[in-house]
Nanobody, 122 residues
Framework: QVQLVESGGGLVQAGGSLRLSCAGSGSIFSINDMRWYCQAPGKQRELVASISHSGRTNYADSAKGRFTISRDNAKNTVYLQMDSLKPEDTGVYYC????????????????WGQGTQVTVSS
């Protein structure tokens, strides 16, 4: 069974930093794109950043210049370094990835982690 497990959330003051991690486990053959989403209270889940298997990155405008997404393919892990945090960054951060489980011949399946809470106080 394939799982994504996030860690690293918490409470931080505005201007501070946090580093989120998301590790894939189980019968994973390969991981394609990996992403971080944020769901703020009362709002829809929104894409924050994405990274391809080769390391090509994309960021939401709100994350550019402050957040950095990276990955370790050998560890099936994606990271989100969040600096200069603002109260509006508060929300549950979810990891998302396109994964090919062992034994899959064609196609990718999309998986979500359980989420990790990030709270930025003013």
């Amino acid at each position: 069974q394939v799982q994504l497990v996030e860690s690293g959330g918490g409470l931080v003051q505005a201007g501070g930093s946090l580093r989120l991690s998301c590790a894939g486990s189980g019968s994973i053959f390969s991981i394609n794109d990996m992403r971080w989403y944020c769901q703020a209270p009362g709002k829809q889940r929104e894409l924050v950043a994405s990274i391809s298997h080769s390391g090509r990155t994309n960021y939401a405008d709100s994350a550019k210049g402050r957040f950095t997404i990276s990955r370790d393919n050998a560890k099936n892990t994606v990271y989100l370094q969040m600096d200069s945090l603002k109260p509006e960054d508060t929300g549950v951060y979810y990891c998302n990835a396109d994964i090919k489980p062992v034994g899959t011949i064609v196609g990718w399946s999309n998986y979500w982690g359980q989420g990790t809470q990030v709270t930025v106080s003013s």
